[in-house]
């Protein structure tokens, strides 16, 4: 039986490796350790098919090391100690075993525990993969230990290159008549994703005979997807896909589509950690100020997720997916902080006030550090009105209230202290 498109082309070496110059490009930081034979403990993260699992195997070849795997979703400790017993035993290897984790971000917090010992006293080279933020699902202590390279997702340059390696390398299909027309649906859908791409290419290819010619445009790419959604995803779930469908149903004040969405993730297997991080997320940028307590439900929910796991968080996760949903909206928070760090980044660092900066030496009360401050709870109202913006910027504003009832008081009560600031 032919094997997927994406394992047969699947690079052996640095030089088949496409994408990530940054990390081994020549004279980057991983070849250059790779080429030294010597590499310590790190964690690649970036998004599903940008190379991570293949980069990993690419090493431990380069560097005919003695390579473990362990999955984050079928190990226990138990499993974690036996593999590192193993490693133990290769007492005989010139160089460090390897041991591959993927998707350490599933890994519970005992699970990294064991790890410590065999990374600390080199009994191992860890090498770990991750689609999340490694600061908020890897340990400190184990964090301290590893390095933290972040993978790219592919850029139209690499997946035009997969594309002619595909066409022409590939055993298969270099022998096949093909005639690519247009690109853009194709990279598209390929989201920078590896994998994706070489998936949607097989399913195009699978979709005619063996002596007809096979034809990759726009209108054939888009069709075949449509008939078939899950074809191009590694689990038959669109991860970043369906996490996208969940977020803008909530958005767009649909309960019914958004609880939908989650029972896909839920089906699917999705971390939950990963979907409650993505309701806190929302609350704040889409609910925001009209409804403010619905952040403070969304992290109720992902402490919850945490504490108690599945199968029940998925009531947890629904309740607070459908008050987010039902919710008011406003993205005004969202909006004035994105305008305020681009104000920071046209004007730099303009100078505090004198009189709002703080004076806890005598020399800088010479110097006026904190002259004239008025200390608002001194004046009727808990307000006094003083300027604490830097001069160049004392005219400007950056929260624009949206029209709901929250901001709507709040906006009324701003108003009645700033004489109309608020419009």
Known sequence: ????????????????????EHLVGPGAVLRRMIDSGKISSFILWGPPGVGKTTLAHIISQQLQAPFFTLSAVQSGVKEVREVLDRCKANIFAKVRPILFIDEIHRFSKSQQDSLLG????????????TTENPSFEVIRPLLSRCQVYV?????????????????????YLKNRDIEVRETDALFRYSGGDARKLLNIIDLISQAVGEDDKIVI????????LQQNPAAYDKNGEMHYDIISAFIKS???????????????????????????????????EDIGLANPNALLLANACFDAVQNIGWPESRIIMAET???????????????????ALNTVRETGNLPVPLHLRNAPTQLMKELDYGKNYQYAHDYPGHFVNQQYLPDDLKNSGWWKPQNNPAENKLKDHLNELWKGRYK
Do not use: C
């Open 1 to 20: 039986m032919l094997q997927p498109l994406a394992e047969r082309l699947r690079p052996k070496t640095l030089d088949e490796y496409i994408g990530q």
């Open 118 to 129: 065999a990374v600390e006293y080199g009994t191992v080279t860890l090498i770990g993969a």
């Open 151 to 171: 993978l790219k997702p592919l850029e139209v340059k690499h997946l035009q290159q997969l594309l002619d390696r595909a066409i022409h390398q590939d055993t």
């Open 217 to 224: 445009d726009d209108a054939i790419v888009t069709e075949r």
């Open 250 to 284: 909530i958005r767009g004040s649909d309960p019914d589509a958004a609880i939908y969405w989650l029972a896909r993730m839920v089906e699917g297997g999705e971390d939950p950690a990963f979907i409650a991080r993505r309701l806190v997320i929302s609350a704040s």
């Open 321 to 339: 997916t459908i008050y987010l949903a039902s919710s008011p909206k406003s993205n005004s928070a969202y909006m004035a902080i994105n305008q």
